[in-house]
């Protein structure tokens, strides 16, 4: 499996066993390419990397969703996507210091508690990628989120509304198709971003010439 991007100021080639793909099918050998930039993509799928992509959105359909469905309804649709050993939620050492364990009851409540503290307006995948050796999706998604319950000692809640992207690392087991475990790195909410990032004592302002500056082209990839 094989993938190729390329630009209009240069190539730049990704082998191995990798695919590269938006978040709506692409069958096997089509090229996408836009007006500015040029981007180009040739994508070359298999059975294993569309059971993997098929697991990933799956899994962010129902963090989505988490919020209109029942406990029950949720579990029994996260059941197939959670092996007996649960998941290891990898620690991002900014919003969790530690590593979680979590199986599919832990899982159900934890998106419970997700869905109470903001509700979620946009919850979608932009684009994701494979490795079919390692198992792995990764997976961009654009998030709006709306917080609807008081955190980090507010009185009420603020109602403020926070976008941004995040990228979740999800390996799998490439026979039984379970999610193993999971790294999400994204952007902080509004309220996270007070509570965590303190103003700095210090500042000093940047002196950058226009001259130190170098043109890039535009490149843009459509969902």
Known sequence: MQVMCQAAAGRTAVRRSAAAVAAAPVSAGRRTSTGRGRLQVVAYRSELSEMLLQRAHRYAELTAAAGSMTREELGVALGPLVGPRGVAFL???????RDRKRDVGQLVDALGRQHQAYKHLVYRPVVSAVNEAQGVVFSAVYWVLQNTQPLFGAQEPSGRISKGFLIDKQ???????VLVSSLVTRQLTLEERDALLPDPTAWQPADVGEGELTAVPDVVAHA
């Open 171 to 177: 390996s799998y087991d490439t026979r039984s198709g």
């Open 91 to 97: 620690a991002d050492g900014v919003i969790y210091r």
